[in-house]
Structure formats: structure tokens, C-alpha cells
T-cell receptor
Framework: AQSVTQLDSQVPVFEEAPVELRCNYSSSVSVYLFWYVQYPNQGLQLLLKYLSGSTLVKGINGFEAEFNKSQTSFHLRKPSVHISDTAEYFCAVSVPGNQFYFGTGTSLTVIP | DAGVIQSPRHEVTEMGQEVTLRCKPISGHDYLFWYRQTMMRGLELLIYFNNNVPIDDSGMPEDRFSAKMPNASFSTLKIQPSEPRDSAVYFC????????????FGPGTRLTVT
């Protein structure tokens, strides 16, 4: 079975500071990895995804994530956050065959 | 494409009433998912369909919940009778095996049961 763990439920960070949101997964088979963002009162929107190839994946809004197979991690990073990045972030794992597993989410709050 | 469409966007109903939520997936997608999101439980998968057939409904809370997908472009999630604890945001998402299985979410239906 697959599972996703987001280690931090809430992350406050000052504007223009860097941020890292952590995600670890467990799976006995190869998986696809995703990060979604949910702005207040909206649906989930895909930020970036890892399918294969380069372990460093770049997404929208300046976010990037690195797949680390040995540590089974897929942490999300941004070198300088903006107020508009305040949102809920979800890590997800997909097994080909299409079952999706979402983490519990990390609430990012950017402080002016 | 217009993306995943959900209706209504907001629903307020009284306990005991029947509630029907609707979803139109992205054209060509063969998977459809229903999720529920609450502060207490986070994002929960209720049920998903492949080619209009329910594959896994283990997340459906109880018999008061039912979901159907009569054709490739329409699905409903029904709650009968509704209870206050059903208050949540319900999301529909769709995906395609022809792509990379990423899910595309609708804007959600905010359900309030008083």
C-alpha cells in the first residue's frame, strides 16, 4: 500500500524568505509524485509533478521539488515567497492504475 | 476545455433533506473522483469511477451517500437524508490514463446542512 506524510501541518514564513515543505511517501512500486496548491475557497491546482527523468522538477509560480528515491521524499521549495503564496499545499502519490493518495496538507502562511 | 464543472457552488439545506451534487468531467477523461474536505478530516476520497463504472467506494461514509455516473460526461453524488455532519466542501476531479494520471479538480460545492 502507498501512503504520503506531510510532516508540517503549518508553516509560517516571512515574505521574501525561502521555504521548504516536506513530503515523504512509502510505496513498494514506482510512483508518480505531485504537489497541488489550494488557495482559499478554491479547488486544488497542480503545481508540479515528477514522472521520471530529472529529479529536480520545476513548477508554476517559482516552485520546485526534488525527488529523492533513497529517502523517499519529494520536498517542495521556493527561494523567495510572496504574500500570494499563502495557501494549502498537498503532496500526492499516484500508482499507475490511477489510485491517488493525498497527504494531509501543509498550510503555508506568508507574513508581511 | 472548460475544466471540471461542478454545480451548485453552494448549497444550504435542512437536516433530513436530499442533496444532489453534480459534476461534469473534462471531455475525454475516463476517471472521475469524488472527494470531501473538512477541517477535521482533511481531503477524503469518497469514490472513484473508471469508464463510468464505480471502482472503489470504500470511502463512502454510509448508506446515506450514493454516487452514479450514467455517462462519460456526468456524475452525481447524492446524500439522503442529509445531516449536519455532512457539511463540507465536496470536490469532483477527473483524469485520463492517456496522460499522466494527474487529477484535475473542479471548484467544489460547499454544502451546509442546518
Amino acid at each position: 500500500a502507498q501512503s504520503v506524510t506531510q510532516l508540517d501541518s503549518q508553516v509560517p514564513v516571512f515574505e521574501e524568505a525561502p521555504v521548504e515543505l516536506r513530503c515523504n511517501y512509502s510505496s513498494s512500486v514506482s510512483v508518480y509524485l505531485f504537489w497541488y496548491v489550494q488557495y482559499p475557497n478554491q479547488g486544488l491546482q497542480l503545481l508540479l509533478k515528477y514522472l521520471s527523468g530529472s529529479t529536480l522538477v520545476k513548477g508554476i509560480n517559482g516552485f520546485e521539488a526534488e525527488f529523492n528515491k533513497s529517502q523517499t521524499s519529494f520536498h517542495l521549495r521556493k527561494p523567495s515567497v510572496h504574500i500570494s503564496d499563502t495557501a494549502e499545499y498537498f503532496c500526492a502519490v499516484s500508482v499507475p492504475g490511477n489510485q491517488f493518495y493525498f497527504g494531509t496538507g501543509t498550510s503555508l502562511t506568508v507574513i508581511p | 476545455d472548460a475544466g471540471v464543472i461542478q454545480s451548485p457552488r453552494h448549497e444550504v439545506t435542512e437536516m433530513g433533506q436530499e442533496v444532489t451534487l453534480r459534476c461534469k468531467p473534462i471531455s475525454g477523461h475516463d476517471y472521475l473522483f469524488w472527494y470531501r474536505q473538512t477541517m477535521m478530516r482533511g481531503l477524503e476520497l469518497l469514490i472513484y469511477f473508471n469508464n463510468n463504472v464505480p471502482i472503489d467506494d470504500s470511502g463512502m461514509p454510509e448508506d446515506r451517500f450514493s454516487a452514479k455516473m450514467p455517462n462519460a460526461s456526468f456524475s452525481t453524488l447524492k446524500i439522503q437524508p442529509s445531516e449536519p455532519r455532512d457539511s463540507a466542501v465536496y470536490f469532483c476531479a477527473s483524469s485520463s490514463r492517456q496522460g499522466t494520471y494527474e487529477q484535475y479538480f473542479g471548484p467544489g460545492t460547499r454544502l451546509t446542512v442546518t
